[in-house]
């Protein structure tokens, strides 16, 4: 290995407390989580409504880079707390991830009873649905939590590995199982052979990304120009058919979808560190979202679906007045956004506050002064 290859996946020194809030890292993640959201809506209401709108065609564009982003943004920070003893490192980055899995767990499976219990007759055979359903949800991530439970698992198995194995032969080998046929397998193990290697570039690549964005700042005609062009190479790939079966576009090509999703999700932080440097209500906003980004993830689903079926039913007694499929959507996914910050804020301080910062008696190790808010990376909805 070169020096050079060396010092670029040479993983993150402990970072100052300043960094974790850097705003760029929030306006990057809050960009992603509407990106999420907004794939969720869209799809959705798309069937619901029976068409396609011009949201249909964004979503699509941002689906090479959408979650490998928010991965390589998840394994930005573990290099803080990677090396710490294994009571504080499992208390930050597994209990942390464990409790909010099983308690939204808990709480979506109230609210899809009904699909739960189908077919079960009588309350011993309901309440066995529940039991197996729960002990499935232990092995198996359910619903659109999926991704915090893949956080706790890749920040154990990096902890694992990352003293074991060269950090560039780890990095290869995340590489390979992304690029290889892993559709049939269970899962679990999808998923992780497909999204390890973007958070593992975030923890061994930290160092590099943070300066990456700095030049972003220094030179915004540069970092513009491309952006440019990267949206342009984006397009064509996502929007290319190959007539294979099972990879419609190119952007589903093995080594592409890599590519595509490495450099999807460098352009994501370009932009955010555009959108720092600029400043202005847009990038609050983004800002604000992100800071709370799994406060949208945990409580998007409900506001979504509630929104959406309001709207099937007004356009069913008002078809004069129906929203297009591109408006609904874009209805749905402010509604799914903005819900869950407006509620987290109204619960806050109040007894029901534990549905988004986990309680002390939670903790396995001391608790910071001043518990952050579910700062510890961004989560994301499963993809379509």
Request: hydrophobic share 55%.
């Amino acid at each position: 290995m070169t020096a050079a290859s060396k010092a670029a996946t040479r993983p993150l020194r402990p970072l100052p407390e300043e960094a974790a809030r850097l705003a760029w890292v929030d306006v990057a993640k809050g960009l992603c989580i509407i990106l999420v959201v907004m794939m969720h809506s869209t799809l959705g209401t798309g069937e619901a409504l029976g068409g396609e709108g011009f949201l249909h065609e964004v979503v699509e564009f941002a689906r090479p880079f959408r979650i490998p982003d928010f991965f390589l943004l998840s394994g930005l920070f573990l290099g803080r707390v990677i090396d710490r003893d294994w009571r504080l490192f499992a208390d930050r980055r597994v209990v942390h991830f464990a409790y909010f899995y099983a308690l939204w767990v808990v709480i979506q499976s109230l609210f899809k009873a009904g699909s739960i219990v189908a077919g079960a007759e009588g309350l011993s055979a309901q309440l066995a649905a529940f039991g197996w359903h729960f002990a499935e949800a232990l092995v198996v991530p359910y619903s659109t939590l999926w991704f915090v439970y893949l956080l706790a698992v890749f920040s154990v198995m990096t902890k694992l590995l990352h003293r074991r194995v060269p950090p560039a032969l780890l990095l290869v080998a995340a590489a390979l199982l992304q690029i290889l046929p892993t559709s049939g397998l269970p899962e679990l193990l999808d998923e992780f052979c497909e999204r390890y290697v973007y958070f593992l570039g975030g923890y061994l690549f930290a160092e590099w990304i943070f300066r990456f964005a700095d030049r972003v700042r220094e030179r915004a005609g540069l970092a513009l120009a491309g952006l440019a062009v990267w949206a342009v190479m984006e397009a064509v790939f996502v929007f290319t058919p190959t007539g294979i079966e099972g990879l419609p576009t190119l952007a589903r090509l093995p080594v592409v979808s890599l590519g595509l999703g490495t450099a999807g999700a460098l352009a994501i932080v370009a932009f955010a560190a555009l959108m720092t440097r600029a400043g202005g209500p847009v990038t609050a906003a983004l800002r604000a979202c992100g800071e709370r980004s799994i406060v949208i993830y945990l409580g998007f689903f409900l506001p979504m679906a509630l929104t959406r079926t309001l709207i099937v039913k007004f356009n069913g007694v008002q078809p004069d007045l129906a929203l297009e499929v591109g408006l609904a959507s874009l209805v749905v996914t402010a509604a799914a956004v903005t819900v869950p910050l407006a509620f987290e804020r109204l619960v806050r301080g109040t007894r029901l506050d534990f549905l988004f910062r986990r309680p002390a008696a939670f903790h396995i190790a001391p608790a910071p002064a001043s518990p952050p808010r579910l700062r510890s990376g961004p989560v994301a909805p499963r993809e379509a």
